[in-house]
C-alpha cells in the first residue's frame, strides 16, 4: 500500500485518532504534538498487508502517546501546563468529551503503561491482546495494569493500596524463599500454571552465567511452578523491591544503574506471570521506582 491511502485513512480517522490522544495526554497540544509525529510516521510506513487500517493507525498514535507520557514523567511536568507554563483553555473540550479535570489529575498518578491500558481498554474498548504488543507486557499483565488503573479512577485509593502491599508480600516472600533455596517457599507463592518470560538478553546472561540448569533450564518462556521454582532456587540474591509499572516487582542495579527488572503478575493471592527483563531498550520503556 502507497502512503496516499495511508494518509487518506489517517485523515478519515483523524477526529478519533485525536481523541484517543487527547485521552491519553490529557493536553491538546500534546495530543496534536501526537498526531504530527504519527503523520510522519505514516508517510514512512508500509502497511501493505494490514486489513485494518483504523486499528492499525489507533495501535500507532498509542504507541506515540506512550513516548510521550514516558518522557513527560521523566521531565516530571506539571499536569496540565503547557510548555510556557501556563493552563491550556481545555475546559469545554474536557466536558465535551466526559473527561474532567478531577479525572485528569488522577490519570497523571498513573503509570504510563497503566494509563494507556486503563484508557484504551475502559474508553474505546481494544482487547488486552491488542493492547499487550503497545505496552510490550503480556495480555495478563496489561489486564493487571488496566486493573489498577481503573480501581484509582474509581476512586479506590485505599483499595489500591491494601492490593499493593499484598503485592509486596508476596514479592518479599518469593525473594526471600529464593535467597535461601527454599523450593517450599517458593511453590506457596506461586500459580500452579505461573509463567516466566525472559528477553533475549536475560536468556544470554543466564546461559553464560550457567543460571536455570536441569530442572528449571531457563529459556524464552518457562511454565508451571515446578520449573519457575527450580529456576529461582538459590538465585536473585541482590534483588531490590522497586514497583514496575506501579506494580511490586525488584530490580537488579549496579552502581546504581538498573540492569535487571523482575515484572510481576498477580491473581487470586499468587503470583502468576514473571517478565524478566535486561535488554535496555525495555528496561528504558518500564516506569522504575526504587
Do not use: Y
Not at 48 to 76: F, I, P, Q
Not at 197 to 224: C, F, H, I, M, Y
Not at 269 to 277: A, C, D, F, S, W
Amino acid at each position: 500500500m502507497t502512503a496516499d491511502p495511508l494518509n487518506e485513512a489517517f485523515e478519515a480517522n483523524r477526529k478519533h485518532l485525536r481523541q484517543v490522544a487527547f485521552r491519553l495526554l490529557g493536553s491538546a497540544s500534546d495530543a496534536d504534538d501526537a498526531l504530527q509525529e504519527a503523520w510522519m510516521r505514516v508517510n514512512r510506513a508500509d502497511a501493505t498487508a494490514v486489513e485494518n487500517l483504523g486499528g492499525w493507525l489507533t495501535t500507532l498514535v498509542a504507541r506515540v502517546c506512550l513516548d510521550l507520557l514516558r518522557s513527560k514523567r521523566s521531565r516530571r511536568e506539571e499536569p496540565g501546563a503547557t510548555r510556557e507554563g501556563t493552563v491550556e483553555p481545555e475546559a469545554d473540550w474536557l466536558l465535551a468529551d466526559s473527561l474532567g479535570p478531577a479525572l485528569l489529575i488522577v490519570l497523571e498518578a498513573l503509570s504510563p503503561a497503566e494509563r494507556v491500558a486503563f484508557v484504551l481498554h475502559d474508553v474505546f474498548d481494544l482487547a488486552f491482546e491488542e493492547i499487550a504488543p503497545i505496552v510490550g507486557r503480556s495480555a495478563a499483565a496489561t489486564r493487571q495494569l488496566a486493573s489498577r488503573g481503573r480501581r484509582r479512577v474509581r476512586g479506590g485509593q485505599a483499595e489500591a493500596d491494601a492490593d499493593l502491599k499484598r503485592q509486596r508480600e508476596l514479592v518479599d516472600a518469593f525473594f526471600a524463599a529464593s535467597r535461601s533455596n527454599d523450593l517450599q517457599g517458593l511453590l506457596a507463592v506461586l500459580a500452579p500454571d505461573v509463567v516466566l518470560r525472559a528477553d533475549e538478553t536475560a536468556l544470554q546472561v543466564a546461559a553464560s552465567n550457567k543460571w536455570g540448569t536441569g530442572a528449571g533450564e531457563l529459556g524464552p518462556e518457562l511454565r508451571g511452578a515446578d520449573a519457575v521454582a527450580n529456576a529461582f532456587k538459590g538465585r536473585a540474591g541482590g534483588a531490590k523491591p522497586a514497583l514496575i509499572d506501579g506494580a511490586a516487582g525488584a530490580v537488579l542495579a549496579v552502581h546504581g544503574e538498573v540492569r535487571s527488572a523482575f515484572a510481576f503478575t498477580f491473581e487470586d493471592g499468587r503470583i502468576t506471570e514473571i517478565e524478566l527483563v535486561m535488554a535496555p531498550a525495555k528496561l528504558s520503556q518500564l516506569s522504575i521506582v526504587r
